[in-house]
């Protein structure tokens, strides 16, 4: 059975920073590539970040770049997403989703799995 698994959202002050996980299981996560989206009230969901299955290759939206940093641990199936000065324009759900490949990571709709998604509120 597949699953996903994110945690390590909260509450956090702008400028500081959280680790979001993503745990999986029911696959090898070096098979697939993984996807970090968002989606804030009232906004569509995007895509902020990518890594790829093999060579860690990674993408990233224009809102976090220079900012944010994805990661992979094979060996403990997790997928992380490192968020440094953090606003609160970046306040949503964050969710991580499994890919086939890396044409087209934005597009939420080739992503064959998701997880349930971790809250992450940006304010002072």
């Known amino acids: 059975q597949v699953q996903l698994v994110e945690s390590g959202g909260g509450l956090v002050q702008p400028g500081s920073s959280l680790r979001l996980a993503c745990l999986v299981s029911?696959?090898?996560?070096?098979?697939?590539?993984i996807g970090w989206f968002r989606q804030a009230p009232g906004k569509e969901r995007e895509g902020v970040s990518l890594?790829?299955?093999?060579?860690?290759?990674?993408f990233y939206a224009d809102s976090a770049k220079g900012r944010f940093t994805i990661s992979r641990d094979n060996a403990k199936n997790t997928v992380y997403l490192q968020m440094n000065n953090l606003k609160p324009e970046d306040t949503a759900v964050y969710y991580c989703?499994?890919?086939?490949?890396?044409?087209?990571?934005?597009?939420?709709?080739?992503?064959?799995?998701w997880g349930q998604g971790t809250q992450v509120t940006v304010s002072s």
């Open positions: 029911g696959f090898t996560l070096e098979h697939y590539a």
């Open positions: 989703g499994r890919k086939r490949g890396t044409a087209n990571w934005s597009r939420g709709e080739l992503y064959d799995y």
């Open positions: 890594i790829s299955g093999g060579y860690n290759v990674s």
